[in-house]
Each structure stands twice: as C-alpha cells, then as structure tokens.
C-alpha cells in the first residue's frame, strides 16, 4: 500500500460530517448551474459507506449485506462520476492543479474550505474561468482524491466527456432550459390529466429524454421508453433508462438526482421517506428534495435528472435505522452529526 503524502492525510482528517458541513458553507459561492449538481454528487458517493467498505475485514460479505449493485466505487469513474456538472468542463485543469496542489503541500492552518478556495482560484488564475463555476468541481475532485488515492487519481488521462454541442452551452442556458415546462398547446389550460411533461435523464445527450404523462411517477413514464436496449446498457435496467424492481419504494434501485425541477415533483411521502433513510441515501425532512425514489416522485412539470450508476441498501447497518418509528440510533458520532447537519440544511432547502 502507498504511503500517503500530507495532503492526503489532511484530506483524510476530516469525516462526512466536516464534508457535509464544508459543502454547506461553500454553497453561495457555486455557481447556481452546479449548487444542485454538487449536493447530489455527495450522496452519490458518500464517505461514510467508502470507509466501511474500506475497513471491513470481510468486504464481500458487506456487500452482500448490503446489497450493493453496479459501479458504487469511485477508483473506476474518476474522470466521468462528475460528467453531470457544469464544472465537468474545466475538469482536466481542475484535476492537474489538485495534484499539483497536493504534490506541493506541506502543512497549513487553513479549513478544508479555504484549501478548495484556494485550488479553485489557482485554476482561475490559469484558466480565467469563473471561480463559482470551479468551487463545485474541486470539492467533487478532492472527495474522489480521497476515495481514489492519489496515485491512480494521478494517473487518470482527465477526460471531458461532453461532446462540443453541449460543451459550448453557457451555465445560463442550461439554467433556463431545467426551468422551461412543456408547451401544451394553444388549449394547454383546459387539459388535466392528459399534460405530459419532458424528463432529462442527461443534459450532455441530444435526445436523452422521455416524456411523463402529468401526476405520473417518473419510473413508470420511464418503462414506455423502449427506444434502446436498456439492460445491455446497464444489468439494473429491466425496464426502461432508470433502473428499478419493485414500484413500492422497497428496493432503492430507482432513487435519482434532481438537477433541476424538484419543486414541480409530487412530496415525499412517508413511504418514501422512511425508505430514503433506510437505504442511507439522504436523512431529510424537505418535502421536496434533491434525491428522491423515481417510483413515487410524480412528475407535474417538466424535470431534468441524474441516474446514479449504483443502489444499495446500506443506512440500516451504518446508521442503526428503526424505520418504524422516528427515532434513529446512527452507528457512530460521525454519521449522527451528519445525520443533523443534512436535516439543518434542508431546512433552508441547502441539501
């Protein structure tokens, strides 16, 4: 095994808890295209299930336990976990000046915030982008740093993988079209159960959409979609582009990001939340968050969304969940804490 340099034993100094907290903070100085985008790349990829995996002494048996499918391990994506934000574009720059960065470092007083300030703005500096538009990536790229190793982070070739069509799309455009709803029409206003709304399953595909008849749980809308063939895609897709098994919120195949139109999505229900918690994906109390089960998000508008390339059932074991009740006894300190500052956030629509 490497030995780590001190850069990666600061990074590793700090818990979910200090990520969490740390992505808070940060929020008001990512660019409105990636606050969104950002938030849900950590669920995605949370640390607390990567340090478990990491330090159990049987980790086949884990992940049988718990029932762990597709790619969840970030070594295999460093350069394409993060293709569903803007600041994707700048990632080759991002991930040079992260190990140059930390190739260099030697010891500082600075917070794990200010250490992602300040990589973001040396990639200004060299770039003349945006400092908002960088934030969001070089926290997603530390995080993968972390999960990675520094060694094969170093070595991966930092590929874009946006075509130049969507690579040239400004933040503002991409902005607007997650807030345009479908035309129904010049008597859209007289119709009601017969509206149908457009979902993005990916921003950088032309054509990468389908459309959800309106109140419609976005797996179902998704199930009609038989323009390709899904399971050779992806072994989880039985059915349609999202991934799904049962239709009733036990499984946590379907759970997706929402990039954009979370608030043009039916309300968590308490079926919905009690198995969120369950699968460890999101500890929430917002009636309308970032991460939601496609199964029993409604669609009443038009909505763009990312599918995580994973599911699993893990927040039963970490976290000591009685799903019964409201009462939840997490494993450790850390994934307590962590546990509080979400629900903080979401309170203030944050996370």
């Known amino acids: 095994m490497n030995k780590k340099n001190a850069f990666e034993q600061f990074l590793d100094s700090h818990d979910e808890t200090a990520w969490i907290t740390t992505v808070m903070n940060l929020l008001p100085e990512i660019h409105e295209v990636d606050r969104s985008a950002t938030q849900i790349w950590f669920r995605f990829y949370p640390l607390e299930l990567f340090r478990v995996l990491q330090t159990v002494e049987d980790k086949t048996d884990l992940i049988l336990k718990f029932d762990l499918k597709g790619n969840y391990e970030l070594v295999g994506q460093i350069d394409t976990s993060h293709q569903f934000l803007y600041g994707h574009?700048?990632?080759?720059?991002?991930?040079?000046?992260?190990?140059?960065?930390?190739?260099?470092?030697?010891?500082?007083?600075?917070?794990?915030?200010?250490?992602?300030?300040?990589?973001?703005?040396?990639?200004?500096?060299?770039?003349?982008?945006?400092?908002?538009l960088l934030v969001g990536i070089t926290a997603v790229g530390l995080m993968t740093l972390v999960q990675a190793g520094l060694e094969k982070f170093k070595t991966a070739p930092g590929t874009i993988n946006i075509d130049q069509k969507h690579l040239r799309k400004l933040p503002e455009t991409i902005l607007a079209e997650r807030a345009k709803d479908d035309s129904q029409g010049i008597f859209g206003f007289l119709k009601t159960v017969d509206k149908k709304w457009t979902v993005t399953y990916d921003e950088n595909k032309t054509g990468a959409k389908f459309k959800a008849i309106d109140?419609?749980?976005?797996?179902?809308?998704a199930a009609?979609?038989?323009?390709?063939?899904?399971?050779?895609?992806?072994?989880?897709?039985?059915?349609?582009?999202?991934?799904?098994?049962?239709?009733?919120?036990?499984?946590?195949?379907?759970?997706?990001?929402?990039?954009?139109?979370?608030?043009?999505?039916?309300?968590?229900?308490?079926?919905?939340?009690?198995?969120?918690?369950?699968?460890?994906?999101?500890?929430?109390?917002?009636?309308?968050?970032?991460?939601?089960?496609?199964?029993?998000?409604?669609?009443?508008?038009?909505?763009?969304?990312?599918?995580?390339?994973?599911?699993?059932?893990?927040?039963?074991?970490?976290?000591?969940?009685?799903?019964?009740?409201?009462?939840?006894?997490p494993a450790t300190t850390s994934a307590k804490a962590s546990r509080t500052l979400v629900k903080e956030a979401t309170k203030n629509q944050l996370l």
Not at 105 to 113: H, V
Not at 215 to 221: D, F, G, R
Not at 276 to 302: H, T, V, W
Request: with cysteine; proline share 3%; hydrophobic share 35%.
């Open 89 to 132: 574009r700048y990632w080759k720059e991002v991930k040079n000046e992260i190990v140059r960065y930390a190739e260099n470092f030697q010891t500082t007083e600075n917070d794990l915030g200010d250490e992602i300030k300040q990589i973001a703005r040396g990639v200004c500096e060299k770039t003349g982008t945006s400092d908002a």
């Open 215 to 221: 109140t419609e749980e976005i797996a179902s809308a």
């Open 224 to 329: 009609r979609d038989q323009s390709q063939n899904w399971l050779d895609k992806d072994a989880r897709c039985v059915e349609g582009v999202i991934p799904v098994e049962c239709r009733s919120a036990a499984c946590g195949t379907c759970w997706v990001g929402v990039l954009g139109g979370a608030e043009k999505l039916s309300e968590v229900a308490r079926r919905e939340e009690k198995s969120m918690k369950r699968f460890g994906y999101l500890y929430s109390d917002e009636p309308k968050p970032l991460i939601r089960l496609a199964c029993q998000a409604q669609a009443q508008g038009a909505v763009s969304i990312v599918i995580p390339p994973w599911n699993g059932v893990f927040g039963k074991y970490l976290y000591k969940e009685s799903v019964m009740d409201e009462t939840l006894e």
